[in-house]
């Protein structure tokens, strides 16, 4: 895990700045490196970020896009080395969401690119996404204001220099995307129809109906298969970055995935790795992020001497649709929660309580429109005082065909079980949708691992602070693939591939030799201990904390985790066996004690990290929390798997 230290009073030299602080104490697992006003000042989120971080770490220790791509692949598309489990690349890319493949698009004018995708290049959390991106596009729009939403709403924790960046330059992005092919809503007079949502104080939503997620992969996707020098490995999970220490910096060479369905373990040596798979919402029971979503990159990254940022900042929707209230039940238990855009309430959705209150404008005077840690609380405030389990979000007073051509998705879906959105208020819960934090990033996507770049949900660049504002989830992946670029390709230039690096580190294994009835009782068990997880998470780590909460999460996590370590090893598991399960499962328990550590640290209520016993938010807090990596990791799920144990 990570190693913790509080930095209150040490003399920290950057670069020629010279910031004091005030004492240094132990703190269990997590670094909450408190910085003082003059580093915020003087000293951005990401300058010299990498030396910076280094320097620390080492004093510390079905839908239409499927169909779609399906009929687009129809020749293979093969522009690198490979020897049989073994492939070269320039550039791998982890994750096939709108950062990874506008990233590959731009880094394939310069050399091969392999773009690895866990399950359908479509299924990622870029597809689910029904709002829209958030860009001044319009003349009484600005930065400035743009920024102001989003350091408002990040509960003054975000980075003004990355702020200003990513408002800066979403413009050209949009710009980019429509040049690309993909298609967003017009007015009657044909410019850009900008929808609002909550905590924007201005219409700057571009959209495409409430598929917007859906739209763009589309039109990525056709641009990635027509490109000779991208080849796509769908169905490959990735395990473990593969990497060396020079001196005191790590370097990443690349990665080892399964292909899931083949059931080999393939190995891409690249010069360049961008990690851009997505978050770790499926460490949560309740969630609107597919089931690829278990925070594969984040716990790699972590294990291979990243250093990690803000994970205590876990966004809720507060607007999942809540199966409970249809008219119809659903069959079937979803694999995630469907998802009621924020748009819905931009557009004037109002929300009820079961009495037909409402109430929102008791908690913000923004009411409906206020953000979403907001929202997501008021909403959990008032199922536990009424005892209710969802609550009502109506548009019906809206006109009819208004709803239908703002909200086709939405409609559908909800009539599929009975319910007209045009005519009845829709059931909605609040659920687990975004992740603030993950690999502490700088300007260009660059990391404190020498070739390891970041995008997208992966990422912590700070822009979202303590909260994101909605819609710049999109806006961030797209503006930091595009950043990520250049050094990118400056890094390839520099650097070489060895054609013997393959051999540098150990083979992980497919545990065949098992037998079938041991992996179904090893499957069978890992599948309960992650609903175990995500009920400890749910319950401990949820909307409302408070300390006693946080530490009871931490011991029942790290008991679980042992028991399931020891129950695969009295089973006949390895050390470097690997299983799309099993390491899905040592991914969720990575993750989901980064999120505990992180919000130990943090004393005091900001934005989405809600303490009942710090319920007031103190300025000498207003610092980032960072978790420095350890050499030393004793758990199957904190270990590289391809290196030997260190304890």
Request: proline share 4%; hydrophobic share 40%; net charge neutral.
């Amino acid at each position: 895990m990570a190693t913790g230290v509080a930095a209150r009073t040490s003399n920290f030299h950057f670069g020629g700045i010279r910031c004091k602080g005030q004492s240094c104490q132990q703190a269990s697992l997590v670094s909450s490196l408190t910085f003082n006003g003059c580093i915020q000042r003087e000293l951005s989120w990401s300058f010299g970020v990498s030396r910076f971080l280094r320097f620390q770490r080492f004093n510390f220790s079905h839908s239409p896009v499927s169909e779609n791509w399906k009929s687009l692949r129809t020749v293979p598309v093969l522009s690198c080395l490979s020897d049989g489990s073994v492939k070269y690349f320039d550039f791998s890319v982890i994750g096939s969401g709108v950062a990874g493949l506008c990233y590959a698009l731009e880094v394939a004018k310069h050399g091969t690119v392999a773009v690895i995708t866990k399950a359908e290049p479509h299924e990622s959390n870029t597809s689910y996404a029904q709002g829209g991106v958030s860009a001044v596009l319009c003349p009484s729009d600005s930065v400035e204001s743009h920024m102001q939403d989003t350091i408002v709403a990040g509960a003054y924790l975000c980075d003004d220099e990355t702020v200003r960046v990513v408002c800066t330059e979403g413009p050209d992005r949009i710009r980019e995307l429509i040049a690309i092919g993909a298609s967003f809503d017009r007015g009657e007079d044909g410019n850009l129809h900008l929808a609002r949502e909550g905590g924007h104080s201005h219409h700057r939503i571009v959209h495409a109906a409430d598929m917007t997620g859906r739209e763009i992969e589309r039109a990525l996707l056709e641009a990635v298969v027509s490109d000779p020098n991208i080849s796509v490995f769908e169905h490959h999970f990735a395990i473990d970055l593969l990497t060396t220490l020079d001196g005191p910096d790590a370097v990443c060479h690349g990665v080892d995935t399964l292909n899931v369905e083949t059931q080999e373990v393939v190995r891409f040596i690249s010069k360049v790795t961008l990690l851009a798979s997505g978050g770790a919402g499926h460490i949560y029971p309740s969630t609107t992020n597919p089931l690829v979503a278990t925070g594969d990159g984040m716990a790699m990254a972590h294990r291979a001497q990243a250093v990690i940022s803000n994970m205590e900042f876990v966004q809720f929707h507060p607007t999942a649709l809540a199966d409970e209230g249809l008219p119809i039940k659903p069959k079937k238990t979803r694999e995630n929660s469907f998802l009621i855009t924020e748009a819905v309430r931009g557009d004037g959705g109002i929300l009820y309580n079961l009495g037909m209150e409402r109430f929102m404008p008791l908690y913000d005077e923004r009411a409906e429109l206020a953000p979403r840690d907001v929202v997501a609380r008021s909403i959990d405030d008032q199922l536990k005082k009424r005892n209710e389990k969802y609550v009502l979000l109506d548009i019906s007073h809206k006109p009819t065909e208004k709803i239908l051509s703002h909200f086709p998705n939405i409609a559908a879906e909800c009539l599929k079980y009975g319910l007209d959105v045009t005519r009845q208020p829709i059931p909605v819960v609040p659920a687990a949708h975004y992740m603030c934090g993950g690999v502490r990033a700088g300007l260009q996507g660059e990391t404190n691992v020498r070739g390891l770049y970041v995008a997208g949900e992966v990422a912590c660049t700070g822009l979202h602070g303590a909260n994101r504002l909605a819609s710049n989830s999109l806006l961030e992946a797209l503006v930091f693939a595009r950043r990520a670029v250049q050094p990118s390709i400056d890094h390839k230039k520099s650097t070489s591939i060895d054609l013997s690096a393959s051999n540098w580190w150990t083979r992980t294994v497919v545990p065949k030799s098992l037998g079938r009835n041991v992996m179904h009782n090893i499957l069978r068990r890992t599948k309960e201990v992650r609903k175990e997880l995500q009920s400890i998470m749910w319950r401990y780590v949820g909307i409302v904390r408070s300390t006693t909460s946080l530490q009871t999460a931490e011991w029942r996590i790290d008991e679980l985790e042992a028991e399931w370590e020891t129950y695969l090893f009295e089973h006949g598991w390895e050390q470097t066996f690997v299983g799309l399960e099993a390491c899905e499962m040592r991914n969720l328990f990575c993750c989901a004690k980064l999120v505990v550590s992180s919000a130990l640290a943090r004393h005091e209520s900001r934005g989405l990290h809600y303490m009942v016993d710090f319920p007031h938010v103190e300025e000498n807090k207003r610092l980032p929390t960072i978790i420095l990596p350890s050499l030393v990791n004793c758990t199957w799920s904190s270990r590289q798997l391809h290196k030997l144990p260190v304890c």
